[in-house]
């Protein structure tokens, strides 16, 4: 068996699919990645709350001092290149006038080119909004998903486009974004970075943990 998709059924009526139920604020998710980037999951939340209770969009961030946003992103980590970039990011969403709800439409390709043109933006950040604001069908990688896909052996590489093409690969269409919240949970609960192999589910399939990939 595909140990990816064992992965996707374990997970299937977990409350994380829920995310996939709705159609996310495009300027949120976005925010809300950058912020997340070399950042636990609790402070990204914490600090998330606080910067969307003081902005509501790109043109109220471009009005505030660089200080004021980096002392709402303290505790984030990287905050003040992170506060630079989401500046630098909403000054070019305003300028160009880009309507992110109608970015998310578009494309996969068209949409993450115009994304990643975006300062602070990298492919997993492109991804994620893709996924959550646009319910395209693909799968973002973060740690959790690069470690998984490396441990099963699936994979002999650290490259974004190459991890994400192992799980294209792997999971059929219309589920990869199931796939990917699958693995961050199966990451956060079993495949942690010292990992719980003597409670996991797919160790027969998985080299790392003795067992064989098939």
């Known amino acids: 068996m595909n140990p990816v998709m064992r992965i996707v059924e374990l997970y299937e009526d977990h409350p994380i699919m829920e995310r996939l139920d709705r ?3 495009p300027f949120r998710v976005l925010i809300r990645t950058i912020i997340s980037q070399r950042t636990r999951d609790t402070v990204t939340r914490r600090v998330s709350e606080r910067f969307f209770e003081r902005f509501d969009g790109p043109e109220d961030v471009i009005e505030a001092d660089l200080e ?4 709402i992103l303290r505790g984030a980590g990287l905050y003040r290149q992170k506060a630079r970039w989401i500046r630098a990011c909403c000054e070019r969403i305003v300028s160009e006038g880009i309507d992110l709800s109608e970015v998310v439409r578009r494309p996969v390709e068209e949409a993450r080119e115009t994304l990643l043109d975006l300062p602070g933006v990298g492919p997993k950040t492109a991804d994620v909004v893709l996924l959550f604001a646009g319910g395209h069908d693909i799968c ?3 740690v959790h998903v690069r470690r998984i896909v ?10 974004y486009d190459d991890v994400q093409r192992a799980v294209h690969e792997a999971v ?3 589920k990869r974004g199931k796939a990917h919240l699958a693995l961050i949970q199966f ?4 495949c942690r970075s010292e990992p719980k192999c003597e409670a996991c589910p797919v160790r027969p399939l998985c080299p790392t943990g003795g067992g064989e990939r098939g």
């Open 140 to 142: 973002p990688v973060d």
């Open 187 to 190: 990451g956060r609960e079993i």
């Open 23 to 25: 159609r996310e604020d």
């Open 68 to 71: 004021e946003i980096q002392e």
């Open 172 to 174: 059929p269409e219309g």
């Open 150 to 159: 490396g441990r099963l052996g699936l994979v002999d590489s650290r490259d």
